[in-house]
């Protein structure tokens, strides 16, 4: 796969070796509670409208993509923000959206118009706990 | 995923009138939808038994008010000395039977995509001299059920080629490219995910035959592009206006994928 750096000017720069982005983009810290208070927002993160999570009594979760529990013993930190930042390095035809990418998109909302999905903060918040589920 | 069932004309539900079904019979033996179109199926096939039910009961189905409503403004005239549209369109039943089946085609006289909110719109302002009634306004939404409810039953059958070819181009590459800040593609979900839960929802061919439809998310009757702006948000995408270019090609290529479906409007949806 090789090195990649993003050239979009707003956001934290990263290498991505083999298929994962190993480091913590901008050198962040996650939080895992406000990563899982992400994953579960309707707003923001929203992945529970595409996956299952940990929760059952969650109402109306998607079948989409593979579910989310026990991704830590499948993926390691680096393999899921790769994932999360955009999957489609991996998989040109993936729907799983990219959370931290400008570029390359067409007609994109006014309103979320130059900014990813997900900051580098909320993308460390999420990586830490999904990196957590490592039970089924 | 869609286990693959191919294209039942005929639905077993028992509570589809006989009319209904010997019409959508009589329809299947002339059209025979081509084997790329032969899976798509109507978003009724993805509702609960009980919607389902709803939708066909026209006691039940919410929808009906609309159609009521626009019956009777087909027959009142705009004012006392206009013309109603009936006065052109006698025995609607008949004479505008299979109408709404042809719709969107190209405008002869303007070589413009029209679908039937814009063919009515033109019939109201160019014959009977009135402001037209708006995208979205309650006497459009009402013309249109009405007149839909009038091909209800009969298969969608729009013309993709000669002068509509070019808009049947433009709406296929829309729905196949990629959009939004969740860079996805209508393709991707409404054809790749058929089946598949997205939150509450089933995710269906995105055929669109029960528009103007009630939704009860919207609490409200709306057209088919209120639906395709929801569906633009979703992806966080431009949503482009009621009656805009880029929707009026989407919504020919949709009903020339979905061609051979029965109308069914006024439809009922999550």
Same mark, same amino acid.
Request: charged residues 15%; proline residues 20%; hydrophobic residues 30%.
């Given at each position: 796969m090789g090195t990649y750096s993003s050239t979009a000017l707003a956001l934290e720069p990263y290498a991505v070796v083999g298929d994962a982005i190993p480091r913590p983009l901008g050198g962040l810290v996650g939080n895992p509670a406000r990563g899982a208070a992400l994953v579960r927002d309707r707003e923001r993160g929203n992945c529970l409208i595409c996956h299952r999570g940990t929760? =059952?009594?969650? @109402?109306? !979760? +998607?079948?989409? +993509? @593979?579910?989310? =529990?026990g991704v830590g013993l499948r993926l390691d930190a680096g393999q899921i923000r790769l994932r999360l930042v955009d999957a489609s390095l991996l998989? *040109? !035809?993936?729907?799983? *959206? @990219?959370?931290?990418r400008t570029e390359n998109l067409h007609d994109v909302a006014p309103a979320y /118009?130059?900014? *990813? =999905?997900?900051s580098a903060q909320e993308i460390e918040d999420v990586v830490s706990y999904l990196a957590s589920l490592k039970t089924f | 995923m869609d286990p693959g069932s191919p294209l039942r004309c005929v639905r077993d539900d028992p509570h589809i009138s006989g009319v209904i079904k010997l019409a959508v019979a009589l329809a299947c033996l002339v059209v025979q939808p081509a084997p790329a179109q032969a899976q798509i199926k109507s978003g009724t096939e993805f509702l609960s038994p009980e919607m389902r039910r709803q939708q066909a009961d026209e006691t039940r189905n919410p929808a009906f008010f609309w159609v009521e409503q626009g019956r009777e403004l087909f027959s009142r005239k705009p004012s006392p000395d206009g013309q109603a549209c009936a006065s052109c369109h006698a025995e609607p039943q008949q004479s505008l039977r299979g109408a709404a089946t042809h719709y969107p085609q190209v405008d002869a006289a303007t070589g413009k995509l029209l679908n039937l909110e814009g063919r009515i719109e033109q019939c109201r302002v160019e /014959? !009977? +001299? !009135? *402001?037209a009634f708006g995208y979205e306004s309650s006497e459009l939404l009402a013309m249109t059920a009405y007149l839909g409810s009038l091909s209800r039953g009969l298969p969608v059958d729009v013309k993709t080629?000669?002068?509509?070819k070019p808009y049947y181009e433009a709406g296929k590459a829309f729905f196949e490219r990629r959009q939004g800040q969740l860079n996805l593609s209508c393709q991707q979900c409404h054809d790749g995910l058929v089946g598949q839960k997205l939150r509450g929802d089933t995710v269906s061919h995105g055929a669109g035959t029960g528009y103007p439809a009630y939704r009860l998310e919207w609490n409200d009757v709306g057209s088919l592009h209120r639906r395709l702006r929801a569906c633009s948000l979703g992806v966080r995408a431009t949503q482009f206006d009621y009656g805009s270019p880029e929707y009026l090609a989407l919504e020919l290529y949709l009903a020339g994928r979905a061609r051979g479906l029965p109308v069914e409007t006024p439809g009922m949806r999550r």
């Open positions: 929760d =059952a009594s969650e @109402p109306f !979760q +998607g079948t989409i +993509g @593979p579910p989310l =529990a998989n *040109p !035809q993936t729907v799983m *959206p @990219p959370y931290f /118009r130059g900014k *990813p =999905a997900l | /014959r !009977q +001299g !009135q *402001p080629d000669g002068a509509a």
